[in-house]
């Protein structure tokens, strides 16, 4: 039976803290899906198909990667894409507590769903979607925060 895993995020953008996790979740399973939720109530500031591109430049090399969007609860696109697991990378405490919520009411209500809590390597743990934005806002350099496949690309749209 095929390991298949979900990787869900925004990924807006993409940054090297999440590439770090999907790399070291790769050998524990036969492939990996990185979901893209849309979340109707939240504005992106990159499109939906330009992540959609990044991600896939980004694991061009990658076979057991894929990359989709989705909507409503990951674990019904867990069930959608028959994956048994959810794999979440964890930067801090807060994010500790918050994973481990939503991981205990996915499991309440599907139990053959496991969550894969990954901790972020420390140089990489301050790095989140939402710093990299804010960065971009300043007009800051991003190159050490994201991957080098779309450092070029990113700029305020």
């Known amino acids: 039976m095929k390991k298949t895993a979900i990787f869900p995020g925004s990924f807006d953008p993409i940054t090297s803290g999440h ?41 061009k090399d990658e076979p057991k990667i894929s990359v989709e969007a989705y909507e409503g609860l990951t674990v019904n696109f867990c069930n959608e894409r028959k994956a048994d697991y959810i794999v979440r990378g964890i930067r801090s405490a807060s994010d500790f507590d918050y994973e481990k919520t939503i991981a205990h009411l996915n499991n309440a209500m599907y139990p053959n769903i496991e969550t894969i809590l ?31 496949e779309i450092v070029k690309e990113l700029k305020l749209s």
């Open 19 to 59: 590439v770090d996790i999907v790399k070291r979740a790769l050998p524990l399973f036969d492939n990996i899906i990185i979901a893209i939720g849309i979340n109707s109530q939240k504005q992106s500031l990159y499109s939906l198909e330009k992540r959609i591109e990044w991600i896939k430049r980004v694991f």
């Open 118 to 148: 990954m901790l972020a390597r420390p140089e990489l743990s301050s790095i989140s979607s939402t710093i990299v934005r804010e960065i971009l806002r300043g007009h800051g350099k991003v190159d050490k925060f994201v991957p080098k």
